[in-house]
């Protein structure tokens, strides 16, 4: 019999909150972190937008510790660590060589990267900061996960664009489920709020407009008014373990990572399909062994960019026929951003939430609907007082890696969802 996984801790730190519950408050107010960004070069921006966390490193780390630690290490740090202590886990009582890591990562220590080649090649510099390697390559948040919690399991990185994190949450569940491990760490770290990145982004022409009367209002899923994603940085990390090794020891299990669906895009390294979508979320129900009638809210990718929002509706209802239209769908990207590696982590800790609270939080600023997107998207009004059996959250990225998870609520084993 397959072992099944309980989800026993979360941790955030990320826009709009700095743990689950201001997170979970200001999403069901429909509140925004995006806006106008300061910072250097700046002004050479054409979209200087984005969702910044409330996050100081300086209040978590020494300054000896800070000069090893790109801010994505710092955020994914201070996430763990939140997620540790909601499972309530103590490692010195645990076999750590069955405690392992899995973080997702698209960038990586992309602000170290950027400040290093500015000063090489803007200033002229030979003044390269000495740890600029260690902490701008893309597994130092694993790393450094797995050596200040002494857990000598895997330590796996998983790089897949903005699915990154959602493979490294469904890798760990797999490694739990097949005997290898008891708990995983697993969760995603991104922080591309820079110049050089953004700029990059722009270069695609792939970011959204600044709205000129509201800049918090820029990014707008699924709405006929949608010029494209709003990138934000964060971190989000769940606790997972083996669901007998959670009872034993007492933990609090929030619900049951049951669903984990994995396919490829091979048509176009950017351009989403939905065939591949659709095929990726066929595949979280098979695992978790669910029909379409079990699931009771889905979180989008919902990017806010005119092809995926279109396809993204039009796999759901591939998924789940004429049910598609009776599912809250919402879109949590028009008030977080894009996570971009870290989106899938924040994204399915937000419907795991969901799905414990019986609140559905909105889409927000969807102000024209457009024709081709005409689900069900919780338009501007969280839901409340909702019985919510289980959850699905999607992930879709550039490369074509299509992640879907699936939460259920926590029940017995002869109380399962069939």
């Known amino acids: 019999m397959r072992r099944r996984v309980a989800i026993t801790g979360l941790g955030v730190a990320a826009p709009l909150g700095r743990n689950m519950d201001e997170l979970f408050s200001s999403l069901s107010a429909g509140r925004s972190a995006v806006r106008r960004l300061t910072l250097a070069r700046g002004e050479r921006l054409r979209s200087p937008i984005g969702a910044v966390a409330d996050f100081d490193g300086s209040t978590h780390f020494s300054n000896i510790r800070l000069r090893m630690l790109d801010r994505v290490s710092q955020l994914a740090l201070v996430a763990a660590a939140q997620a540790i202590a909601d499972a309530r886990l103590d490692f010195t009582a645990e076999s750590r060589e069955r405690c392992g890591v899995c973080v997702g990562s698209s960038m990586g220590g992309v602000g170290t990267s950027d400040d290093g080649y500015f000063t090489l090649y803007g200033e002229r510099s030979e003044r390269i900061k000495p ?39 469904g890798e760990a569940a797999n490694k739990i ?80 990572f049951s669903g984990y669906g994995l396919t490829s895009d091979i048509a ?11 095929n990726a979320m066929r595949a979280a129900l098979r695992s978790a062994q669910l029909d379409v009638g079990a699931i009771d809210y889905i979180n989008a990718h919902g990017t806010a960019t005119a092809q995926n929002d279109a396809v993204e509706t039009e796999a759901i209802k591939a998924v789940f026929g004429k049910r598609a239209y009776a599912i809250p769908v919402s879109s949590t990207k028009s008030m977080h951003g894009h996570l971009l590696g870290a989106a899938g982590a924040l994204e399915f800790v937000i419907a795991v939430a969901a799905l414990t609270r ?19 998207y919780v ?40």
């Open 379 to 418: 338009i501007d009004r969280a839901r409340s007082g909702l019985t919510l059996r289980s959850v699905m959250s999607n992930s879709f990225a550039f490369g074509g890696t299509n992640a879907v998870l699936i939460a259920e609520a926590a029940r017995a084993d002869n109380q399962r969802l069939s």
């Open 358 to 376: 019986g609140v559905v939080p909105p889409t927000m600023h969807l102000n024209v609907p457009d024709p081709a997107c005409d689900l069900d």
């Open 131 to 169: 740890y600029s390697v260690l902490a701008a390559m893309t597994n130092a948040p694993a790393a450094w996960l797995g050596i200040d919690h002494a857990l000598s399991g895997p330590n796996l990185t998983y790089s897949t664009a903005c699915s990154s994190s959602a493979v490294a949450l």
């Open 177 to 256: 489920r097949g005997g290898e491990v008891d708990v995983m760490l697993a969760g995603g770290a991104e922080a591309p709020l820079t110049f050089g990145v953004l700029r990059a982004w722009e270069a695609m022409r792939t970011l959204a407009s600044m709205d000129p009367l509201d800049a918090s209002a820029s990014c707008r899923p699924f709405a006929q008014t949608r010029t494209g994603l709003v990138l934000g940085e964060g971190a989000a990390f769940v606790t997972l373990e083996e669901w007998q090794h959670a009872i034993a020891r007492g933990a609090t299990i929030h619900a049951e």
């Open 268 to 278: 176009h390294i950017t351009r989403p399909t939905i065939e591949g979508q659709a």
